[in-house]
């Protein structure tokens, strides 16, 4: 198994950055595809982003494309989320997840999580 572990969360102001980090340990980071989800007060987890095993392959959901960049660092076991130009409505809990064997936006191809990290942009 893979334990996952999330920081970088913070409160922000709109039009600023933060930079997500999700440290991996118990496996190679690069046996997994890694995604970012993130739930907000009363709504189900959604899709962020996602990055393939050996990370030449992204997805992007609409809401992040051209702001938000993920990235891996298979030697440091550790996946990023560089997050531009928030906005109040990017305001929510972050989770990093990872995959064995599957790789795309849905919550059921990962099969860890970590504890999330809370992001909140304030207007």
Known sequence: QVQLVESGGG???AGGSLRLSC??????LSNYAMAWFRQ?????R???TAINWSGGGTLY????KGRFAISRDNVKNTVYLQMNSLKPEDTA???C???RYKWGRSVSMYDYWGQ???VTVSS
Do not use: H, N, R
Request: proline residues 3%; charged residues 10%; aromatic residues 10%.
């Open 116 to 118: 999330g990290t809370q």
């Open 93 to 95: 809990i972050y989770y």
């Open 23 to 28: 440290a991996a340990s118990g496996q190679t």
């Open 11 to 13: 409160l922000v102001q």
């Open 61 to 64: 959901a609409d809401s992040a």
């Open 46 to 48: 959604s899709f962020v």
């Open 40 to 44: 907000a007060p009363g709504k189900e």
């Open 97 to 99: 997840a990872a995959s």
